[in-house]
């Protein structure tokens, strides 16, 4: 009797291993499923959730991409062991675009991710859009540039513009016909109110009864009236090389006025010149860089005058070549002695 009391409670026990095994809770199983309603600005995405057991929660992620970049508000799925059908809906879209999204689950357990799936809104496209650089630039005026794509509808383009990113201007509003490659679009601005100031402008398109493309900003600084002259620094150095070939080099920088942002000031270009007596012996040009330095090496093969065994003192004349914002201006003089 006693022996199979004892084997009837191990068959109990391993039974309730079993069991334990079988409702043990484990991090949720989804499946992304496919979209439906789909209109121009939103679609429901459709999928299943299964909790496993385990308090759960869930959530669709959406975006252009598989990377998404949105992710909806999350909802209860309960504790059940059975899947069931979700949905949340997703608005605020462009129409004619296709988008990528997946279901997310997660509970006490784990975190579970949907396979990515895709659909396309309804309707157009809307039209492509960038802003262009400023060009034709003046003292009182500028030519806005860009490129519309009308994405197989008529379009209609502007351009806004004003001293800060705020855009209270407006040009005029343009129509382009319907067409699928892109079209170059400009505005020229005249009558602006003074020089050297900085503007900011965006190029802007729309369909009708569609979502409005926004160009990047893109800025320019009317030029002033009367250019003032920076200040150059330069160094050429060594000042005595000594065996040929006589490599030296030139560096310094260029600073124009203290309220003149450097995309405008550090543009140009500065001529290195080395002079012995009056007689110009070479020549070197260096362009200004975004930091407004400037560099350049020179060579020498030999000594440049008729004294071939004797070193010869060589006066090196560093100037900055005007630009529409920046007067000419020179460094102090240096010398070099070659040899």
């Known amino acids: 009797m006693r022996r199979k009391l004892g084997l009837l409670a191990a068959v109990l ?16 199983s989804v499946d992304t499923g496919k979209a ?3 209109g121009q600005h939103s ?3 459709n999928g299943t959730v299964n909790p496993n057991g385990s308090s759960t929660t869930y959530f669709f992620q959406w975006g252009l991409t598989n990377a998404y970049g949105v992710n909806g508000r999350a909802h209860g799925a309960g504790s059940g062991t059975v899947a069931r059908a979700v949905a949340q809906t997703a608005s605020g879209l462009i129409p004619g675009t296709t988008y990528h999204y997946r279901l997310v689950a997660t509970n006490a357990v784990g975190t579970s991710v949907g396979r990515d799936r895709t659909f396309t809104t309804a309707g157009h496209p809307p039209p492509g859009v960038a802003t262009g650089p400023a060009t034709a630039l003046t003292n009182s005026g500028a030519t806005l540039t860009g490129v519309v794509n009308p994405a197989g509808q008529a379009t209609t383009w502007w351009f806004q513009w004003d001293t800060s990113t705020v855009y209270r201007e407006e040009t005029t509003h343009q129509t ?4 699928s490659s892109p079209q170059s679009v400009a505005f020229s601005l005249q009558g602006l109110l003074a020089d050297a100031t900085i503007y900011h402008f965006r190029l802007v398109a729309s369909h009708p009864g569609s979502a409005t493309s926004v160009g990047a900003d893109q800025s320019f600084m009317t030029y002033p009236t009367t250019p003032k002259p ?3 620094s330069a160094s050429t150095t060594p000042r005595h090389p000594r065996h040929r070939p006589y490599f030296v080099n030139t560096s310094g920088s260029i600073a124009g006025p203290t309220w003149m942002p450097a995309q405008y000031a550090c543009q140009g270009n500065v001529t290195i010149r080395f002079f012995l007596g009056i007689k110009q012996v070479t020549f070197t040009l260096a362009g200004v860089q975004p930091n407004c330095q400037f560099s350049a090496q020179t060579v020498f093969n030999h000594l440049p005058g008729r004294h071939p065994h004797r070193g010869e003192r060589l006066r090196v004349v560093i100037r900055f070549i005007h630009t529409n914002y920046l007067a000419t201006n020179r460094a102090s003089y240096e010398h070099i002695t070659l040899g």
């Open 43 to 45: 679609a429901v995405l």
């Open 176 to 179: 382009l016909p319907a067409g």
């Open 13 to 28: 026990g391993m039974t309730a291993v079993i069991v334990g095994v079988a409702v043990a809770a484990s991090s949720p």
């Open 230 to 232: 920076p200040h150059v």
């Open 36 to 38: 439906s309603h789909i």
